[in-house]
Nanobody, 124 residues
Framework: QVQLVESGGGLVHAGGSLRLSCVAS????????MGWFRQAPGKEREFVAA????????YYADSVKGRFTISRDNPKNTVYLQMNSLKPEDTAIYYC?????????????????WGQGTQVTVSS
C-alpha cells in the first residue's frame, strides 16, 4: 500500500510562486507514473501535470504549460510541482496521484493511489 502526503500549499498573491511536494511512504515510487490534479469549488477534478515512471517524460494541461513544472526525486520518494506566475484561477485543492504503471494514465480513474490534497489560494 502506498500513502501519499501533499504539502506546500498556502495563500499567495497573483504572480507569486509555490512549490508543492508529495511524499510517498509504503514503497518506492521509482517506476510509478505520478500526477498532479486540482479541484476548485463547484468544479470537477482536472489534470494539471504528470511525469512518467519510464523515461521521465512530463505532460501539462494547457492552462499551466510554461508556468508549472513537475519533477521527481526518486531517492527521496518525492514528487514536486513548482508553480510560478500564479493566477487567481489556479485556486484549488491540489492532489497528488500515483499509478503502478510507468506510463502516464489517460484518465484520473487509472491512478491507483491519491493523497488528501493541499489547498492553494491565489489572491488577486
Amino acid at each position: 500500500q502506498v500513502q501519499l502526503v501533499e504539502s506546500g500549499g498556502g495563500l499567495v498573491h497573483a504572480g507569486g510562486s509555490l512549490r508543492l511536494s508529495c511524499v510517498a511512504s509504503g514503497r518506492s515510487l521509482s517506476g510509478y507514473a505520478m500526477g498532479w490534479f486540482r479541484q476548485a469549488p463547484g468544479k470537477e477534478r482536472e489534470f494539471v501535470a504528470a511525469i512518467s515512471g519510464i523515461g521521465g517524460g512530463s505532460y501539462y494541461a494547457d492552462s499551466v504549460k510554461g508556468r508549472f513544472t513537475i519533477s521527481r526525486d526518486n531517492p527521496k520518494n518525492t514528487v514536486y510541482l513548482q508553480m510560478n506566475s500564479l493566477k487567481p484561477e489556479d485556486t484549488a485543492i491540489y492532489y497528488c496521484a500515483a499509478s503502478r504503471t510507468g506510463v502516464v494514465p489517460g484518465t484520473p480513474k487509472e491512478y491507483d493511489y491519491w493523497g488528501q490534497g493541499t489547498q492553494v489560494t491565489v489572491s488577486s
